[in-house]
């Protein structure tokens, strides 16, 4: 029933017009939308849609559907002749006041390229200063002006990090000079971007522990990847605008602003970008100011509704890479997405660090390659369950498991979340998962092995690393030195995977009667962002489902 429209839906709306009362009556929902009458018609249902039955997830998904099919004549009503009720979403703005004085794409990319992304590595003599570096983003804010909405409210990776610069760059530039994660992510993430292209190893790799620093042959190899994919300043400014729009998918009044656009409610970040770009790019001005054939290939990245990072983390599922392979017959957005992708990585953790890139070290650069390599298989015919097969067999190598064995593929996921790549630790793991009660595990290591293509709907829970390694991480982070420990605590593991068990079960129970292929994303942000303050009492806690479109999101009760 969810594919169609309820054949006989009686509803009756009434629109105040001047205090005249004008009553609509839709005896017969489908033969609205026979087009006999299109232009009230297919307006007379928008209007109720909007006005009425706005929470209404099926009717909207079912109007989005008829919206979209190829009956719709490209010249019929468009969404923005909806009389609806916007929020406030001002054009941008620079923080520091636009550019007086138009300039290209490649003007400005030379422009950045031209400024000093140095700073003094000399471990005796630890830079607090943030300049130069915080020259440079002022120069990013001033010519990327969606950057204001990155210091707005925004939805905050939850993953935890020790706090090791006093100043942040946000709150050195943003107006409120309050701490915006999502801002410091961004223009740390174009900081290595420019690291990498200038071949600035010392610079990347300054706030990496010993142990797992990037190698300089994995740093040359990274920048002869990224020189190959943009061999000219059009690709290499494609690529700082897209790291530019990346989060802005998390910016609250964007994302009230796509909900009232478009009627969909997502928890995925990307989407609703993709959503915004789609139905008024003149907003996002950097997007506007780039060649269009660079616009088409930030939005065949975006369309392709994949998360390069979560399948690293094994937090995606195979059923994720289904419009993937759309994007191989692409090389240029294959690799502008790629790209995109690893630099905002890098830039993740620039809250704790803003002297390099935190996260993009030597094992987490290799994963990267191991996924890149499995991902190729797509255009070579590979199924979505092969490439996933292929990845997890590669990173079970190191840990002495196989994707082959139902056990041992849901061991590889929970250490790919975990960030574990040696044998001890994947032991640990695997002590920590066969102590729990045996229903648990069963349960636990069914729904790990779940692709999603075999008539069964996954469930993706979003941000299910940041939890478990949050739990980890709440006895742990003490001191910058810890953040790259791993020391892995036996009752924190059990807390984590009990905990995991407990959410997806809760998300089951949601779908239970959902049939045939598909994935469930489940946002578990507010309990990940839980985990690092009172981690022994997530499983005391009532977990509150709300649904969100065909997905949901899970937050806790405090008073539970």
Same mark, same amino acid.
């Given at each position: 029933?969810?594919?169609?429209?309820?054949?006989?839906?009686?509803?009756?709306?009434?629109? !105040?017009?001047?205090?005249?009362?004008?009553?609509?009556?839709?005896?017969?929902?489908?033969?609205?939308?026979?087009?006999?009458?299109?232009?009230?018609?297919?307006?007379?249902?928008?209007?109720?849609?909007?006005?009425?039955?706005?929470?209404?997830?099926?009717?909207?998904?079912?109007?989005?559907?008829?919206?979209?099919?190829?009956?719709?004549?490209?010249?019929?009503?468009?969404?923005?002749?909806?009389?609806?009720?916007?929020?406030?979403?001002?054009?941008?703005?620079?923080?520091?006041?636009?550019?007086?004085?138009?300039?290209?794409?490649?003007?400005?990319?030379?422009?950045?390229?031209?400024?000093?992304?140095?700073?003094?590595?000399?471990?005796?003599?630890?830079?607090? !200063?943030?300049?130069?570096?915080?020259?440079?983003?002022?120069?990013?804010?001033?010519?990327?002006?969606?950057?204001? @909405?990155?210091?707005?409210?925004?939805?905050?990776?939850?993953?935890?990090?020790?706090?090791?610069?006093?100043?942040?760059?946000?709150?050195?530039?943003?107006? !409120?000079?309050?701490?915006?994660?999502?801002?410091?992510?961004?223009?740390?993430?174009?900081?290595?971007?420019? @690291?990498?292209?200038?071949?600035?190893?010392?610079?990347?790799?300054?706030?990496?522990?010993?142990?797992?620093?990037?190698?300089?042959?994995?740093?040359?190899?990274?920048?002869?990847?990224?020189?190959?994919?943009?061999?000219?300043?059009?690709?290499?400014?494609?690529? &700082?605008?897209?790291?530019?729009? =990346?989060?802005?998918?998390?910016?609250?009044?964007?994302?009230?602003?796509?909900?009232?656009?478009?009627? &969909?409610?997502?928890?995925? #970040?990307?989407?609703?970008?993709?959503?915004?770009?789609?139905?008024?790019?003149?907003?996002?001005?950097?997007?506007?100011?780039?060649?269009?054939?660079?616009?088409?290939?930030?939005?065949?990245?975006?369309?392709?509704?994949?998360?390069?990072?979560?399948?690293?983390?094994?937090?995606?599922?195979?059923?994720?890479?289904?419009?993937?392979?759309?994007?191989?017959?692409?090389?240029?957005?294959?690799?502008?997405?790629?790209?995109?992708?690893?630099?905002?990585?890098?830039?993740?953790?620039?809250?704790?660090?803003?002297?390099?890139?935190?996260?993009?070290? =030597?094992?987490?650069?290799?994963?990267?390659?191991?996924?890149? !390599?499995?991902?190729?298989?797509?255009?070579?015919?590979?199924?979505?369950?092969?490439?996933?097969?292929?990845?997890?067999?590669?990173?079970?190598?190191?840990?002495?498991?196989?994707?082959?064995?139902?056990?041992?593929?849901?061991?590889?996921?929970?250490?790919?979340?975990?960030?574990?790549?040696?044998?001890?630790?994947?032991?640990?793991?695997?002590?920590?998962?066969?102590?729990?009660? #045996?229903?648990?595990?069963?349960?636990?290591?069914?729904?790990?092995?779940?692709?999603?293509?075999?008539?069964?709907?996954?469930?993706?829970?979003?941000?299910?690393?940041?939890?478990?390694?949050?739990?980890?991480?709440?006895?742990?982070?003490?001191?910058?030195?810890?953040?790259?420990?791993?020391?892995?605590?036996?009752?924190?593991?059990?807390?984590?995977?009990?905990?995991?068990?407990?959410?997806?079960?809760?998300?089951?129970?949601?779908?239970?009667?959902?049939?045939?292929?598909?994935?469930?994303?489940?946002?578990?942000?507010? &309990?990940?962002?839980?985990?690092?303050?009172?981690?022994?009492?997530?499983?005391?806690? =009532?977990?509150?489902?709300?649904?969100?479109?065909?997905?949901?999101?899970?937050?806790?009760?405090?008073?539970?």
């Amino acid at each position: 029933q969810k594919d169609s429209i309820i054949s006989f839906v009686k509803i009756q709306c009434s629109k !105040d017009d001047e205090h005249k009362k004008t009553t609509f009556l839709i005896s017969d929902l489908p033969s609205a939308f026979s087009f006999k009458s299109k232009r009230f018609n297919y307006q007379l249902c928008f209007i109720f849609c909007f006005s009425l039955f706005r929470c209404k997830s099926e009717i909207l998904r079912s109007l989005e559907r008829f919206r979209s099919s190829k009956a719709m004549e490209r010249d019929e009503l468009e969404l923005s002749d909806v009389p609806r009720s916007d929020p406030t979403l001002k054009e941008p703005g620079s923080i520091l006041g636009s550019d007086p004085v138009g300039k290209t794409p490649e003007e400005i990319f030379n422009i950045l390229w031209a400024l000093d992304t140095k700073f003094d590595t000399d471990p005796s003599k630890p830079s607090r !200063d943030p300049e130069p570096l915080a020259t440079f983003v002022r120069e990013i804010c001033k010519h990327y002006e969606e950057t204001k @909405w990155l210091t707005e409210e925004a939805l905050e990776t939850p993953e935890a990090f020790v706090l090791t610069n006093k100043v942040k760059f946000s709150q050195l530039i943003a107006k !409120d000079k309050q701490l915006h994660v999502e801002f410091d992510k961004t223009v740390v993430g174009i900081m290595c971007i420019f @690291w990498v292209l200038k071949g600035e190893y010392d610079q990347f790799t300054h706030c990496q522990a010993a142990d797992i620093k990037l190698t300089h042959k994995s740093f040359d190899e990274l920048r002869a990847y990224t020189e190959n994919c943009l061999p000219n300043t059009t690709m290499r400014e494609a690529l &700082v605008v897209a790291t530019v729009l =990346n989060d802005l998918g998390k910016v609250e009044s964007i994302v009230e602003y796509v909900r009232s656009r478009t009627a &969909v409610e997502e928890v995925d #970040h990307d989407k609703i970008l993709h959503m915004g770009l789609t139905h008024r790019s003149s907003l996002f001005t950097s997007f506007v100011r780039i060649h269009k054939d660079m616009q088409a290939l930030i939005l065949a990245g975006l369309n392709a509704k994949f998360n390069f990072a979560q399948f690293i983390q094994g937090e995606n599922v195979p059923y994720s890479l289904l419009e993937m392979k759309a994007l191989h017959g692409n090389e240029p957005a294959l690799n502008l997405y790629v790209l995109h992708a690893l630099y905002d990585m890098a830039g993740a953790a620039a809250v704790a660090n803003y002297h390099g890139s935190l996260v993009m070290n =030597n094992p987490l650069y290799l994963d990267c390659r191991l996924a890149m !390599d499995a991902l190729s298989q797509l255009a070579q015919r590979a199924t979505e369950q092969e490439v996933c097969d292929l990845y997890y067999d590669k990173r079970g190598q190191a840990l002495e498991l196989s994707a082959h064995f139902q056990t041992q593929r849901a061991l590889i996921r929970l250490c790919c979340m975990l960030r574990l790549h040696e044998v001890a630790e994947a032991e640990l793991v695997q002590k920590a998962a066969e102590s729990l009660d #045996h229903d648990v595990w069963v349960s636990l290591r069914r729904e790990l092995c779940i692709s999603g293509l075999d008539g069964e709907h996954a469930i993706l829970l979003y941000y299910a690393p940041a939890t478990l390694l949050n739990i980890q991480k709440a006895a742990q982070l003490k001191t910058a030195e810890e953040i790259g420990a791993k020391r892995l605590g036996h009752e924190n593991l059990r807390v984590g995977l009990m905990t995991l068990d407990k959410l997806f079960r809760q998300s089951r129970e949601a779908i239970s009667e959902r049939t045939g292929n598909g994935v469930y994303t489940v946002d578990i942000g507010d &309990v990940a962002a839980k985990a690092t303050e009172i981690p022994h009492r997530l499983l005391e806690l =009532n977990f509150v489902l709300t649904p969100v479109g065909d997905d949901a999101k899970i937050s806790i009760r405090l008073d539970s």
